[in-house]
C-alpha cells in the first residue's frame, strides 16, 4: 500500500523558518521523482519544488533562494527547508510522487501517481 505522510507544517511568522518532511512507503522510492506542492485557499495547486529521479532540482520562480528540496533515499523521506517565509507561502503543502518520465513539465499535476492527504503552512505578518 504506497503512503505518503507529510509532517512539520505549522504556524510561524514572516521571515521564520520550517522543514517539511514526507515519509514514503509501499514503492521503490528511489525510482520515482518526488515533489512538493501547494495550495492556497480558493486557488489551483501549484508546483513548489522538484527532486528527479537523476537528483537534478527546479523550483518554482517564487521560491527560488529560500526552499531547498533533499531527500533521503535510505530512509525513503523527502524534505523541504523553507527559509524567510512570506504570507503568500500559506498553503496546504503535499508531496507527490511520479514515476519517470515526465510527459509535461515537472509542475503539472496530473504528472504524478502518488500525493500524500497534506499538511497546513501558515505564516503571519
Known amino acids: 500500500q504506497v503512503q505518503l505522510v507529510e509532517s512539520g507544517g505549522g504556524s510561524v511568522q514572516t521571515g521564520g523558518p520550517l522543514r517539511l518532511s514526507c515519509a514514503a512507503s509501499?514503492?521503490?522510492?528511489?525510482?520515482?521523482?518526488m515533489a512538493w506542492f501547494r495550495q492556497a485557499a480558493g486557488k489551483e495547486r501549484e508546483g513548489v519544488a522538484v527532486i528527479e529521479s537523476g537528483g537534478f532540482t527546479n523550483y518554482a520562480d517564487s521560491v527560488k533562494g529560500r526552499f531547498t528540496i533533499s531527500q533521503d533515499n535510505a530512509k525513503a523521506t523527502l524534505y523541504l527547508q523553507m527559509n524567510s517565509l512570506k504570507p503568500e507561502d500559506t498553503a496546504i503543502y503535499y508531496c507527490a510522487a511520479r514515476f519517470p518520465p515526465c510527459q509535461g513539465g515537472w509542475s503539472r499535476v496530473r504528472e504524478y501517481n502518488y500525493w500524500g492527504q497534506g499538511t497546513q503552512v501558515t505564516v503571519s505578518s
Open positions: 509501499g514503492f521503490m522510492y528511489s525510482a520515482y521523482s
